[in-house]
């Protein structure tokens, strides 16, 4: 149990270099799945595909970051 909860804490530790690759894997993951799934040989179905899942990446992250800030923010001030 001591093994995962270090390895939990390095990873969210600013000063530390496992918090910098958890979050590189986390963007190539999210960046795969993107390139994935607009993958067709027909330009106009991949544009479209591609603003559609851009557009909705962008709506989840503004989204989940004002709600983030609106549950966590609100003390630090």
Do not use: C, E, H
């Amino acid at each position: 149990m001591d093994a995962i909860r270090d390895l939990v804490i390095k990873a969210f530790a600013v000063d530390s270099i496992w918090s910098i690759i958890i979050r590189g894997i986390i963007w190539i993951v999210i960046a795969m799945i993107i390139i994935v799934s607009v993958d067709n040989p027909n330009y106009d179905v991949s544009s479209k595909k591609l603003k559609a899942n851009l557009g909705f990446f962008t709506m989840f992250l503004l989204l989940s970051g004002g709600l983030i800030y609106l549950l966590f923010g609100i003390g630090a001030q």
